[in-house]
């Protein structure tokens, strides 16, 4: 969704990776070992996971419609232009 906004809004093809989007990163990286040794994620650990990653989606794509201009460097959405 995100690629399509920066796409239509700002004539590019990038992808903003802010602070949220590398900390679900590092999250679902911590999480793969728990899933390969216990062949599961417990649930609420599951959950958060995905609140974490919706965060972070949202989080880009209000960045992306209330930015007049792409920013690239732009690291989340509490830190001004």
């Not at 728990?34 to 599961?40: D, N, R, T």
């Amino acid at each position: 969704m995100n690629m399509m906004i920066t796409g239509i809004k700002f004539r590019r093809w990038n992808v903003m990776l802010t602070i949220s989007n590398k900390v679900t990163g590092l999250v679902i990286f911590l999480f793969l070992p728990i899933l390969f040794m216990y062949g599961q994620v417990p649930t609420i650990a599951g959950i958060s996971l995905v609140m974490l990653a919706l965060w972070s989606s949202l989080e880009g794509t209000c960045i992306l419609v209330t930015s007049a201009s792409y920013d690239v460097n732009r690291k989340s959405i509490f830190h001004k232009q």
